[in-house]
């Protein structure tokens, strides 16, 4: 393939990617709700959904336009009304923000600008920001991010469905079969993060050696039945199997079960996007924080895994004694391999997608929940930030924990086997749960 046809595809997977995503977040903001309900603040922990709406293309003006291109502004006076950091989510329903009309013109006149442009843009330039499209595909995934945090503001939402429910078995997702609870992965090293992914996030670089010692790890994320089974046995009740912090926020929080939970008549009901349904037993449990997760496996009379722990299991593969870029191989996903990307509202069966396993036989490690870690968030050996700190530096080192995997929401553009997560120990309308871990008895 010659040079000129290797930027064709680039710009025409550009083009698709853009394309793409902003189908998406207009499906959750002007296609689905009325003004009335996109101005709104749904919940103090999130944002109008016209602020996300807004903030997508004032993102990609600054990135795609200004910083890209090198020209003018088209709207430098909305900058400070759009600025994540200035802005705390819970007071941005003060702020003068477009309304839903102008902020699709605004997204409109910035995307044709960006167009316009990209017909005639060159990706091998010398300017890392520039080569392999780098500056593209980081604002194509920070769009689609968006979309799934706009997914986290529709399940706090009160009111009727809006957003389609497929069935919940999508193709590819075949039911659990009989299988290993757990794995062994063998003492050794493995390479960690990567050099050579080119829309990568500076989190995920660069690539190193990690030691780890023996360690078990389970095939499939603890279920909606595993998770009950904790909650009738006490484990709510029982300040062994918490950690300080995590009692302590029990005790604050006064929380007995996951988010969007209750108990009816006998029976656990979840609410999920408007509509109430009875718990499904073999789904991996969702809307759990850190420290919920960290007293199951305590429970359990095991642990969550370090994050080392759990990319050594989704990318190495000890017949070769390389890293993938997916626990399945280095092909992109596709509907066999994982359940993302909003082809559901929710998490498939734990235990599906066998084409989407491991070398070593673990399951769903992309795909259909985010998966809480033991490990504090921050820069790997080697980091240098890039192209800002607001992405990833400014927030090491301030108690956030690491989350790996993606969920039903992560659209694949963000689902490689590096990409890591963060968020603060209390989360829970994030869609997460965890699988656990233990130390082998003779590591």
Not at 132 to 141: H, L
Not at 308 to 321: L, S
Request: hydrophobic fraction near 35%; aromatic fraction near 10%; glycine fraction near 8%.
């Amino acid at each position: 393939m010659t040079d000129q046809q290797t930027e064709n595809r680039l710009r025409d997977r550009i083009a698709a990617g853009l394309g793409e995503v902003r189908v998406r977040s207009q499906g959750l903001t002007v296609h689905a709700l009325d003004d009335a309900e996109l101005v709104r603040q749904h919940s103090p922990l999130m944002s109008p959904l016209v602020w996300d709406l807004a903030h997508v293309g004032n993102y990609e003006e600054q990135w795609l336009i200004r910083a890209a291109q090198g020209q003018e502004a088209i709207r430098p006076d909305i900058d400070v009304l759009y600025d994540a950091f200035e802005n705390p989510r819970a007071k941005r329903i003060e702020l003068p923000l477009l309304s839903p009309r102008e902020a699709q013109e605004y997204n409109a006149q910035v995307r044709r600008r960006v167009l316009d442009h990209l017909d005639r843009a060159a990706f091998d330039t010398g300017a890392p920001l520039i080569d392999g499209g780098f500056v593209y595909g980081m604002v194509i995934q920070h769009e689609h991010q968006h979309d799934e945090t706009m997914l986290a503001t529709h399940q706090l939402r009160r009111g009727e469905p809006v957003l389609p429910d497929p069935v919940p078995r999508p193709r590819g997702a075949a039911p659990a079969g009989p299988g290993p609870a757990e794995v062994r992965i063998e003492a050794g090293p493995f390479t960690m993060g990567t050099s050579d992914e080119p829309w990568a996030y500076d989190n995920e670089r660069p690539a190193h050696v990690v030691h780890l010692p023996a360690y078990h790890i389970d095939t499939a994320a603890v279920t909606n039945a595993q998770y009950l089974e904790f909650m009738a046995d006490g484990g709510y009740d029982q300040a062994r199997w918490w950690s300080r912090a995590g009692w302590e926020w029990r005790n604050r929080s006064a929380k007995r079960a996951p988010a969007f939970w209750r108990r009816d008549a006998g029976q656990w009901l979840r609410r999920r996007f408007g509509r109430v349904e009875p718990v499904p037993p073999d789904e991996p449990v969702q809307h759990v924080c850190f420290h919920e997760a960290e007293a199951y496996a305590a429970w359990a009379g095991k642990r969550l895994p370090t994050e080392a722990e759990w990319e050594k299991a989704a990318r190495h593969d000890p017949a070769t004694g390389r890293s993938r870029r997916f626990p399945w191989g280095d092909a992109d996903p596709g509907a066999t391999h994982a359940n993302l990307g909003q082809r559901l509202l929710r998490p498939a069966p734990a235990s599906a997608f066998p084409a989407g396993a491991s070398p070593y036989g673990v399951r769903q490690l992309i795909g259909d929940v985010w998966e809480w870690t033991a490990t504090d968030f921050t820069g790997y050996p080697g980091f240098r930030t890039f192209p800002y700190r607001e992405y990833s530096e400014v927030f090491f080192g301030d108690g956030y924990k690491v989350l790996r995997g993606g969920s039903w929401a992560t659209h694949p553009t963000s689902a490689r086997a590096t990409f890591r997560n963060w968020d603060l120990p209390i989360r829970r309308q994030i869609f997460a749960g965890f699988r656990c871990a233990r130390d082998a008895e003779d590591a």
